[in-house]
């Protein structure tokens, strides 16, 4: 079943950002509320970075990596190149 339009990603960048914010957060056995409280960022805030429902800014996608322990660039790296119309 395909969630609702308000319910899906923003892009296929920021799917693909969050699911490896997911996979981290994950292998560091973290929960979201622990994640979020390392990273300085609320956990609703993290939930929609990690379902691509945000469009993360440079200084908050550098506090994710700090907080989850990663280099942003292993964040980032070949993300689906977003087309503009």
Do not use: C
């Not at 490896?20 to 300085?40: H, N, P, S």
């Amino acid at each position: 079943m395909v969630p609702p339009p308000s319910q899906s990603p923003i892009s296929e960048a920021t799917r693909e950002f969050g699911r490896r914010v997911v996979e981290r957060r994950t292998e560091l056995g973290l929960t979201q509320e622990k994640a979020a409280e390392l990273i300085g960022v609320h956990w609703t805030y993290l939930g929609q970075v990690e379902r691509g429902r945000r469009n993360v800014t440079l200084l908050n996608i550098l506090k994710i990596a700090a907080g989850l322990d990663i280099d942003a660039g292993r964040l980032v790296r070949e993300l689906p190149v977003v087309s503009v119309e």
